[in-house]
Nanobody, 124 residues
Framework: QVQLVESGGGLVQAGGSLRLSCAAS????????MGWFRQAPGKEREFVAA????????LYADSVKGRFTISKDNAKNTVYLQMNSLKPEDTAVYYC?????????????????WGQGTQVTVSS
């Protein structure tokens, strides 16, 4: 059984930083592509970032490029999302997702397993 557990969300002021973690079990992050998505109230879930199986390739939404960094620690079977220069519009529930493929993808339908989400709130 695959489980993804996110942590690290919270309340931060604009301009601040947070690091989200996604601990995986049942599958190894070293063998699968991983992604982060977010959903703000009243909006559809949107792509944030993805990393391929080896960690050698990543993809970012234009809205977070240059501010967010996705990475993975194979030894800990964990994926991270480092978020810097946070803006109020980054406020959302952030979800980790695992894809049973090697390459990155930006569509939510390309992912097979999802975590429960962690709330990120950025105050102005």
């Amino acid at each position: 059984q695959v489980q993804l557990v996110e942590s690290g969300g919270g309340l931060v002021q604009a301009g601040g930083s947070l690091r989200l973690s996604c601990a995986a079990s049942g599958r190894t992050v070293s063998s699968n592509a991983m992604g982060w998505f977010r959903q703000a109230p009243g909006k559809e879930r949107e792509f944030v970032a993805a990393i391929n199986w080896s960690g050698g390739s990543s993809l970012y939404a234009d809205s977070v490029k240059g501010r967010f960094t996705i990475s993975k620690d194979n030894a800990k079977n964990t994926v991270y999302l480092q978020m810097n220069s946070l803006k109020p519009e980054d406020t959302a529930v952030y979800y980790c997702a695992l894809r049973l493929e090697l390459g990155v993808a930006a569509r939510s339908r390309s992912y097979d397993y999802w975590g429960q989400g962690t709330q990120v709130t950025v105050s102005s």
